[in-house]
């Protein structure tokens, strides 16, 4: 960015013979080809940190609450809120990076104080990028995680209904509330679909700080209604 001002100051100040000009665009445009390589690097290697975060969320949340007697929870998990770190530190100035003050003199960084950090032109798309990737993804793992929790649940639930009709007299009781006539104690299946919950709720809350809306993006609505469907599912228990 720093180069791009030299040449934009150039071109707007100096009145350049054609051969001067043509020469100095040739360079302002091989500048923007790396710059386009670079960002899609970038992008990647983002959203590769992202998927990597969000990935755990299939084969950690039933090891963190099955057969644990794991409170309810109430925050998202911690690689949730690390999958966004990648992002986050896309807003954080370069001013600790090795070398980066020494290079640029004091006249350089006059020309546009934000120097150190990236436009927010490429800070959305890059933002837009990681969402419209990572979105449908992450939903997958939230569909298959479901179906497996529902089919554990079933299974426990058939070899439950076994052992009481193998007992005399039948039936195990479970404490309910006097008012609602629902469990009191939440079962490991339901404090997962909690989680997931609280999960997809901080994912979409997120972007929509970051400026991605939700009626924009297919894969994101599409996710709310999944949440959607979790909560109903466990209201109605």
Excluded: W
């Excluded at 609450?65 to 992002?87: E, L």
């Excluded at 609602?180 to 490991?188: A, E, F, L, Q």
């Excluded at 299946?189 to 809306?213: A, C, N, T």
């Amino acid at each position: 960015r720093v180069i791009e001002s030299h040449f934009t100051t150039v071109f707007i100040n100096i009145n350049l013979n054609q051969e001067l000009n043509s020469c100095l665009k040739s360079v302002y445009n091989s500048i923007n080809q790396k710059q386009e390589q670079m960002i899609k690097t970038l992008e990647n290697n983002l959203l590769d940190n992202v998927l990597q975060e969000l990935s755990k969320t299939s084969k950690t949340l039933p090891r963190l609450y099955r057969n644990t007697n794991r409170d309810v929870p109430t925050n998202c998990t911690d690689f949730m809120s690390n999958s966004f770190v990648p992002i986050e530190q896309l807003y954080k100035q370069m001013d600790e990076v090795p070398h980066f003050n020494e290079n640029v003199s004091q006249k350089e960084s006059s020309i546009d104080c934000k120097l150190n950090t990236l436009s927010p032109i490429i800070l959305s798309r890059i933002i837009h990028f990681i969402a419209e990737s990572s979105c449908p993804k992450y939903t997958e793992i939230v569909v298959e995680l479901l179906s497996q929790v529902k089919k554990i649940e079933d299974s426990m639930l058939k070899l439950q209904e076994r052992r009481n009709r193998n007992k005399k007299g039948g039936q195990t009781t479970i404490k309910t509330d006097n008012q609602t006539g629902k469990p009191i104690r939440k079962s490991d299946d339901d404090k997962i679909r909690l989680q997931l919950i609280l999960d997809i709720d901080f994912f979409m809350e997120r972007y929509s700080q970051y400026g991605v809306e939700k009626s924009r993006l297919p894969a994101l609505e599409n996710l709310g209604k999944i949440r959607d469907e979790i909560s109903f599912k466990l209201d109605e228990k």
